[in-house]
């Protein structure tokens, strides 16, 4: 089965720091992955998704992740943190889940980081 | 364009009363999905829809929760009767198809709190 492991379940930087969270996935396939953010009482976003494209995705607010299949890593990055990235941000691994003879992307997410930014 | 859209957004229920949730996806998304997101951890699947065919409910609590959606459009969300665990935030989504590559779209849930 699909994993995903975010080392560190909360993460502070000052306004202007480099932002990084981490996640790595346990995969026997090629994966998908995903980064959803989701601020408090709101549905997840996406951030930006690998699709096995270019393996550095650039996502929405600055965002941007690299697929190293050799590290099994999606860190996500932003080279300049603002008090509005606070959040907590999932990533997530989409694999073909086989339900009952019908195959689909099945989302597994990590259990979350919370990013919080300092004056 | 409309979102995910949810309802109620906050319940509060005593123990072995029955609750209900709304969801109505994004216009045109096929698949529909009901997670379940304890706090402070990700969002697990419960169930997830083609139209109006459950294709997967292989982690839905049958005893207890159900779920329908008529129509392929709007969906509910049941529990009855409600467990002091149950409390939890209950996350709808949608997308257009069921691949691995589809976005998923989320709702801003339903917190139920089970007292």
């Known amino acids: 089965a699909q994993s995903v492991t975010q080392l560190g379940s909360h993460v502070s930087v000052s306004e202007g720091a480099l932002v990084l969270l981490r996640c790595n996935y346990s995969?026997?396939?090629?994966?998908?992955l995903f980064w959803y953010v989701q601020y408090p009482n709101q549905g997840l976003q996406l951030l930006l998704k690998?699709?096995?494209?270019?393996?550095l995705v650039k996502g929405i607010n600055g965002f941007e992740a690299e697929f190293k299949k050799s590290e099994t890593s999606f860190h996500l990055t932003k080279p300049s943190a603002h008090m509005s990235d606070a959040a907590e941000y999932f990533c997530?691994?989409?694999?073909?889940?086989?339900?009952?003879?019908?195959?689909?992307?099945?989302?597994?997410f990590g259990q979350g980081t919370i990013l919080t930014v300092h004056p | 364009e409309a979102g995910v859209v949810q309802s109620p957004r906050y319940k509060i229920i005593e123990k072995k009363q029955p609750v209900a949730f709304w969801c109505n996806p994004i216009s045109g998304h096929n698949t529909l999905y009901w997670y379940l997101q304890n706090l402070g951890q990700g969002p697990e699947l419960l169930i997830r829809?083609?139209?109006?065919?459950?294709?997967?409910d292989s982690q839905l609590p049958k005893d207890r929760f159900s779920a329908e959606r008529l129509k392929g459009v709007d969906s509910t969300l049941k529990i009855q009767p409600a467990e002091l665990g149950d409390s939890a935030v209950y996350l709808c989504?949608?997308?257009?198809?069921?691949?691995?590559?589809?976005?998923?779209?989320f709702g801003p849930g339903t917190r139920l709190t089970v007292l």
């Open positions: 829809y083609e139209n109006e065919e459950a294709v997967d």
């Open positions: 690998y699709t096995s494209a270019a393996t």
């Open positions: 995969s026997s396939v090629p994966p998908y």
């Open positions: 997530a691994v989409s694999d073909l889940a086989d339900a009952g003879g019908t195959s689909y992307g099945k989302l597994t």
């Open positions: 989504a949608s997308s257009l198809g069921g691949r691995s590559t589809d976005t998923q779209y």
